[in-house]
């Protein structure tokens, strides 16, 4: 915890020194970004079972990879 706070005495206190205008001109640079996210990613990131989707798709890859000896 001391390496996050960096001497400080509460995340509060680190956080307020962040400056609001680098973080707006970060925001504003990244609206600008050129690369387009294809329609079907954009409704795959907003499915809320995401998550478990790509846990059952490991899952069946290490099932068929597997040789099915326990260690």
């Given amino acids: 915890m001391n390496i ?3 001497g400080k005495g509460s995340l509060k206190e680190c ?5 609001h205008k680098i973080i707006l001109e970060e925001f504003e640079t ?3 970004n050129e690369e387009k996210i ?4 954009k409704k795959a990131i907003r499915n809320k079972d995401i998550p478990s989707i790509f ?3 490991a899952q069946k890859y ?5 040789n099915r ?3």
């Fill in 55 to 57: 846990l059952n798709l």
């Fill in 15 to 19: 956080f307020s020194e962040i400056q």
């Fill in 38 to 41: 294809p329609t079907k990613i």
């Fill in 30 to 32: 990244a609206n600008y």
């Fill in 4 to 6: 996050l706070l960096d």
């Fill in 62 to 66: 290490f099932d068929s990879k597997s």
């Fill in 69 to 71: 000896i326990l260690v």
